[in-house]
């Protein structure tokens, strides 16, 4: 899970055509599988509502979490859908299981295809526990590969915005996950300008996973998660933006969940 702005609502269209146009024969669960898809759409269980088309999602893993038999009345015939969850818990709907192929979605990390988990682990990076500051290292330089193939400078950490922004946030975020407090300032803002870094352009986001059996595998899922949040990779554009110069970032394992935050500034003004 990533966060930035509060997310916005799942968009659909609702038909009631459609959805009087088939019969429920019968609707059950089912073992986890995973299939990938690019056809096709994501509906409610009744196909009342129709979400967005799978082909936006083409590198999204789908768990088969239940499946249901609809007869179409015009015709007579028999389908069945799945119901599904992307692997990182963000989209689900109902889709027909001829949309679907089976096995993981190949995804795409800056020019880095990766079909399985286990391509993600590098040579002397399988750890029993994750390491912060090895995830931090792999993660940053991810970033700053990304930013110099947009033409924009690699980030500087700051050891200000690191120790009095960063390391105090994420104390916060395991069990506050939000940017806001209860009058809608951002955290960040009052961290600021207690060091008198307040006349400057900041952003924050923050992400939380489980520990992907390594550090560099760890760091490559969390810069995917910024890069094809909910958002429509909106954090991905505040961290690669040439708007901030400096960082602070830290990442901290709470009972096997992984959350991270990154704080970034622009040159401050006068």
């Known amino acids: 899970m990533v966060s930035l702005v509060p997310a916005t609502a799942h968009a659909s269209t609702y038909s009631a055509k459609r959805s009087h146009s088939v019969r429920l024969v019968w609707r059950r ?67 027909w299981r001829g949309h679907l192929k089976k ?32 995830i931090n290292q792999a993660f940053i330089k991810i970033v700053n590969a990304a930013r110099l193939a947009k033409g924009v400078s690699p980030l500087q950490n700051n050891e200000i915005i690191q120790t009095q922004v960063s390391d105090q946030r994420i104390k916060q975020i395991p069990t506050n996950f939000t940017h806001y407090d209860t009058d809608g300032v951002a955290y960040q803002t009052a961290l600021f300008k207690a060091v008198g870094l307040q006349n400057a352009s900041h952003g924050e986001v923050m992400d939380t996973r489980n520990w992907a059996q390594s550090d560099t595998a760890t760091a490559k899922m969390i810069a995917y998660d910024f890069q094809h949040d909910g958002n429509d990779g909106a954090h991905w554009e505040v961290i690669t933006s040439g708007t901030y110069v400096y960082y602070g970032l830290a990442t901290v394992n709470k009972n096997g969940k992984l959350y991270t935050v990154m704080n970034l500034m622009s040159e401050p003004n006068d």
């Open 103 to 134: 096995g993981r979605a190949t995804q795409v990390i800056y020019n880095m295809k990766i079909s399985d988990k286990d391509s993600y682990l590098e040579e002397n990076d399988l750890n029993p526990t994750p390491s912060a500051a090895k």
């Open 29 to 95: 669960s089912m073992k986890k599988h995973s299939y990938h898809g690019t056809k096709g759409y994501l509906y409610s269980k009744h196909l009342g509502r129709r979400y967005k088309a799978l082909k936006a999602y083409p590198h999204t893993t789908w768990k088969t979490m239940g499946h249901e038999k609809l007869r179409i009345k015009k015709n007579g015939e028999y389908r069945i859908y799945y119901h599904v969850k992307s692997a990182n818990g963000k989209h689900s709907g109902w889709v």
